[in-house]
């Protein structure tokens, strides 16, 4: 499904309402703008963390640990440092 909104000269919008029930949002609760390359998520902050580890352990590798996400994760970010700045220098 497919929204547009408008923003205003103070730099709001409306959030669809078919989106806020969709995420459990309404008036007053807060959301947060992650920005992921050339797109932004509306994550909202209303719900407890295990709401996104539930949707995350569907992808968990079995007895993976933590500190194994974490090394992969430091391994990929070096990689790309890596690999940007041999790019850098090739330029």
């Known amino acids: ?3 547009t909104s408008r923003i205003t000269s103070k730099g709001q919008t409306t959030i669809p309402s078919d989106i806020r029930a969709k ?6 609760d807060t ?19 295990s709401v996104i580890f539930d949707v995350l ?7 993976t640990t933590i500190a194994d996400y974490r090394n992969a994760a430091e391994d990929e970010a070096a990689e790309r440092v890596r690999v940007g700045n041999s790019e850098d220098s090739a330029a």
């Open 23 to 28: 995420l459990g949002v309404g008036s007053g």
């Open 1 to 3: 499904m497919d929204y």
């Open 31 to 49: 959301i947060r703008y992650v920005l992921s390359g050339d797109r932004a998520y509306i994550v909202p902050r209303n719900r407890p963390a």
């Open 57 to 63: 352990a569907r992808y968990a590798i079995p007895d």
